[in-house]
């Protein structure tokens, strides 16, 4: 499976969680990164993690979200908590591989007030 697959987005209130999942080979040699892109706005970092190195996250969500992976089920999560109607956006996870860069189609967050 070349493509990433991200599943776990849905319709929260402020201050609620969820937990985004993204089945994909994992490596120790890729990078897997998460992204999102609200309407209108360019997309943007969210966290990024590497088998053998710590967690990367921006500063808009640190503190609130984390990322780790599965390698035993292929999966990448961003567990996202104490969300805000700003985090509503497409959140898209991206494997990158040497060279290679795969992007998933992405799962729609929505945070209401």
């Known amino acids: 499976q070349e493509q990433p697959m991200e599943s776990g987005g849905g319709s929260v209130q402020a201050g609620g969680s969820l937990r985004l999942s993204c089945e994909t080979p994992?490596?120790?040699?890729?990078?897997y990164e998460w992204h999102r892109q609200a309407p209108g706005l360019e997309r943007e970092f969210v966290s990024s993690i590497i088998s053998a190195l710590g967690p990367k996250i921006a500063d808009s969500v640190q503190g609130r979200f984390t990322i780790s992976l599965d390698k035993s089920k292929n999966m990448v999560y961003l567990q996202m908590n104490s969300l805000r109607p700003e985090d509503t956006a497409m959140y898209y996870c991206?494997?990158?591989?040497?060279?290679?860069?795969?992007w998933g189609q992405g799962t729609q967050v929505t945070v209401s007030s």
């Open positions: 991206k494997r990158m591989c040497g060279s290679q860069v795969y």
């Open positions: 994992i490596y120790s040699y890729c990078r």
